[in-house]
């Protein structure tokens, strides 16, 4: 399983609350990724990090703000969580080429 | 156009037969090929990846990939039915660290 987990795996909030996303690697992979996936759209990238405190843009980052303090350690926050954010979120590393991804987490913004 | 293209399905096999799932990319110069397997629920599994032309076999999966056309495949022998799932295809751009995935086609296989 590459060594991901994620946290929560469920979570229930409400419109205009901060939501952070933990993703927890165990390999020490430079690489580590954020998606969300919704019916009809698959999976979308919002960021991704290419080592400690260096992170860049996906294509669907509006609403979202990551963190990376740790190798290990991959935060992804809904500063103010609207209901267009209620999806399933995944992270992933990065292995040469190859992408793995952790169990995901289900949010949903009431 | 879509980057990654995918027939978005359902895709019925009859049990023990060889299924086939396609995927077109429209980026050129992209290098690197992978197919992921997705249960209802579940997070995507990597099953097979590909970067150069030609064939790759891993068990009943073969991965085909012709660049010339810009055309990745995924043929799986003696289909089973724990073989029901979405599969998603996934290319990395070029000049890019990231992935970019077809909208999955959903493959049933009936017993």
């Known amino acids: 399983d590459a060594g991901i987990t994620q946290s929560p795996r469920h979570k229930v909030t409400e419109t205009g609350t901060p939501v952070t996303l933990r993703c927890h690697q165990t390999e020490n992979h430079r690489y580590m990724y954020w998606y969300r996936q919704d019916p009809g759209h698959g999976l979308r990238l919002i960021h991704y990090s290419y080592g400690v405190k260096d992170t860049d843009k996906g294509e669907v980052s509006d609403g979202y703000s990551v963190s990376r303090s740790k190798t290990e350690d991959f935060l992804l926050t809904l500063e103010s969580a609207t209901s267009s954010q209620t999806s399933v979120y995944f992270c992933?590393?990065?292995?040469?080429?190859?992408?793995?991804f952790g169990p995901g987490t289900r949010l949903t913004v009431t | 156009q879509k980057e990654v293209e995918q027939n978005s399905g359902p895709l019925s096999v009859p049990e023990g037969a060889i299924a086939s799932l396609n995927c077109t990319y429209s980026?050129?110069?992209?290098?690197?090929f992978f197919w992921y397997r997705q249960y209802s629920g579940k997070s995507p599994e990597l099953i097979m990846f590909?970067?150069?032309?030609g064939d790759k076999e891993d068990g009943r999966f073969t991965a085909q990939l012709n660049k010339a056309s810009q055309y990745v495949s995924l043929l799986i022998r003696d289909s089973q039915p724990s073989d029901s799932a979405t599969y998603l295809c996934?290319?990395?751009?070029?000049?890019?660290?990231?992935?970019?995935f077809g909208q999955g086609t959903r493959l049933t296989i009936n017993p």
């Open positions: 980026d050129r110069g992209s290098q690197s």
């Open positions: 992933a590393i990065r292995d040469f080429y190859e992408q793995y």
């Open positions: 590909i970067y150069s032309n």
């Open positions: 996934a290319v990395l751009i070029q000049g890019a660290q990231k992935l970019v």
